[in-house]
């Protein structure tokens, strides 16, 4: 579901065989929403090489058209930029989460919700916002990335992570934000979103997982397995086969073993199994995630204990249940057509409920947010918001 999101660094550097930001983008393909015409039909069977070639750089169409949707919009990452500010705030008696500010601190507020959960953030994470116009305010949840104490599943819910950014937006004096989250950080957005929708100015999510058990069912039970049978034999031959019948329980009861090496080698397997999936093409660097155990064993403990529980949430569809709370806030959703982690069925359902938020789906793309397609969506969009606040619409 990968919900592996953003902490990966965006790389400045692709390789011929690493990305798509080798090759021209394909994202001027628009996306219909009428069943494929014959020419169409040839489209989609060129491969995706050759139809880079023949599209160059131009702008990717919504399949949605959205309000102002024929402004021209920056759609290059910010230059890399380093935090004016870094800290701990202490969220309860056990946890302390990493936090820091970077851009204009007189700027429009943004928050950035990483994906995993138990991703972290990364310096990358701040170049999807224009640093003159927003103070970008990026945070480490519970248990991951610089937070305290590492991989801790110990009162780690979505509903303390809601509090703890809660707490984070009153530690600093920020009446209202823009939410921004990618995969896990969509889901979460999303339930912050709905619990505090008078503090949220717009949305823009990614990667979109509802926490559905289909969704879950579909990346862990064998399901994407159909796509990725090759990566998908060592996520499986990890658990014996008497075991195989649900191997989110059969990988928990491995990630929570009395035993160090057990839990390393399995979060290498969780882990290394979502970052070989993420990409439309395989991503080498990403790949490499699976090999830091340290980063690993948050990753993968952290994600399974909250596919275990159901992301704690009340009911299986309870995000597309409270759309309602959040219709009126601007938003726009972008997806991977091939997100392989989460797949477009979520974003899908996510639209037909929401049809007011801008809906993009990237032609060329899985599920990353560093693969070129579905950056220069997220900076559009982030544009999109920017200029509605100047212009006060």
Not at 244 to 252: D, L, N, P
Not at 297 to 305: G, K, V
Not at 321 to 348: F, L, T
Request: aromatic share 10%.
């Amino acid at each position: 579901m990968s919900l592996l999101g953003f902490y990966n660094p965006l790389l400045l550097k692709f390789s011929p065989r690493s990305s798509l930001a080798t090759v021209p983008s394909i994202t001027a393909l628009s996306v219909s929403l009428s069943i494929p015409s014959s020419k169409s039909r040839d489209l989609s069977a060129l491969s995706v090489r050759s139809l880079a070639c023949k599209c160059e750089s131009e702008p990717s169409e919504p399949m949605e058209q959205g309000k102002d949707s024929t402004v021209p919009l920056k759609r290059e990452l910010y230059p890399a930029i380093e935090p004016y500010d870094t800290g701990f705030l202490k969220v309860s008696d056990l946890h302390t989460i990493y936090y820091e500010q970077s851009g204009n601190p007189s700027g429009h507020p943004v928050v950035f919700l990483h994906g995993g959960p138990g991703g972290g953030t990364s310096p990358s994470n701040r170049r999807f916002f224009d640093p003159e116009f927003y103070r970008i305010i990026l945070l480490d949840q519970r248990g991951a990335g610089k937070s305290t104490p590492h991989a801790c599943l110990v009162e780690n819910t979505t509903w303390d992570l809601i509090a703890d950014i809660e707490k984070l937006r009153d530690h600093l004096k920020v009446p209202e934000w823009q939410v921004f989250g990618g995969s896990w950080g969509s889901t979460l957005a999303l339930a912050y979103s709905q619990s505090h929708p008078d503090k949220v100015t717009g949305l823009v999510l990614r990667g979109i997982f509802l926490l559905r058990k289909k969704e879950i069912d579909w990346f862990y039970e064998g399901g994407a397995a159909a796509i990725f049978p090759d990566v998908w034999e060592s996520f499986r031959d990890l658990i014996p086969e008497n075991e195989r019948g649900c191997f989110v329980e059969a990988y928990s009861k491995r990630l929570n073993s009395d035993d160090k090496e057990t839990q390393y080698a399995a979060a290498r397997a969780w882990t290394k199994w979502e970052m070989m999936t993420a990409h439309l093409l395989p991503n080498e660097e990403n790949i490499k995630r699976g090999d830091d155990d340290y980063f690993s064993l948050a990753f993968a403990r952290i994600e399974n204990h909250y596919f275990m529980n159901r992301g704690f949430l009340p009911s299986d569809s309870y995000l597309l249940e409270n759309v309602d709370k959040i219709r009126h806030i601007n938003s726009v959703i972008v997806q991977g057509r091939y997100d392989v982690c989460c797949p477009m069925m979520s974003a899908w359902d996510l639209h037909k409920a929401w049809p007011e938020a801008d809906f993009k789906v990237v032609p060329d793309a899985g599920h990353s947010a560093n693969e070129h397609g579905i950056a220069a969506e997220l900076v559009a969009a982030n544009e999109k918001l920017k200029n509605i606040i100047k212009n006060g619409s």
